[in-house]
């Protein structure tokens, strides 16, 4: 009897132990599930206006109707985007992601002697999207294409002015990129930001440029800005009648932006990977392909691991160019 009642009891605390854990499993669930539970902080390392930031917008808009919390755009400029990078690589929060970018992951590694954060510190989450580079010169230059901009900068070696978003940025990379191909010298000016290059480049005190078709776009359309040629391998749809620079005498030449979603390494797994999941699919979402397209944008999505294995490969692909031109920073 004695040993009946032991074997009752026992099987009382087993059966009550098991509904606990079975109960407590549905409850760890959606805990894991109940992320992202405030607004996430999305920022974007560079000045409003270029490039960046109407990815980072399209992105977001799809973001938080898919995560059901706010994602909202936080432009942090500074030190070519070491200074955002720097920020958001101790965050903790788990609730601040930042827009990667060529310069501040395939760039900055190579011309900066020592970063402000470790490149480890990120986990890459997804691509989000490429932009085309587009070379651009302002209207009333004498030139109508790229062999005519490379004749003219041949007759008066560094006497023209590019403009960039700063040093290592994408156009600052794209024009000596093309600088090497033409054997052109072109004088860089350095600015914190696309906004105000442009600001600079419309109003006369600039030359040309290559920034980003998002945004120059609408200042091509209207007549603002002359674009001479796409650093894509093949014409866009939106500028036809614009060659592209491999037609131009250069085979083989091809310059694009990228643009993807990091965060900190001590953003938990399945958070990653639930946004992860999240911008892949807002990046294809109707609404951001029609703001990404519009703008000659391109959109990619992809996974965590197909993003890393791409920033490994720009990184060899770029860090030769970088030594050639010895790129420095401010």
Known sequence: MTELKINRRTALRI???ASAFAGGLPLFARAQAAW???AIRFVVPFAPGGSSEIVARAAANELQKIL??????????????????????RADDQHTIILGHI????????????LPYDPKAFTPVSLLAKVPSLYVVRPDLPVKNLKEFIA?????????NYGSAGNGSAGHLAFEYLKMASDTFVTHVPYRGTGPQLTDLMGGRLEAAAVGAPAVMQFIKTGKLRCIATGTTQRLAQLHDVPTVAE?????????????LLAPSSMAKASIDKLAAASARAIKEPAALKLLEGEAAIAVGGTPAEFAKFIEGEQQRWKPVIARAKIKPD
């Open 15 to 17: 059966a009550t132990a």
């Open 36 to 38: 992202p539970t405030k």
């Open 68 to 89: 059901g919390q706010s994602v909202y755009v936080d432009n942090k400029p500074g030190g070519a985007g070491n200074v955002a990078m720097g920020e958001v690589a």
């Open 103 to 114: 310069g501040t992951l395939a760039v900055n590694p190579y011309i900066f002697d020592k």
């Open 152 to 160: 003219l900068a041949k007759s008066k070696p560094g006497q023209l």
């Open 248 to 260: 131009q005498g250069f085979p083989g030449f091809e310059m694009t932006q990228w643009y993807g």
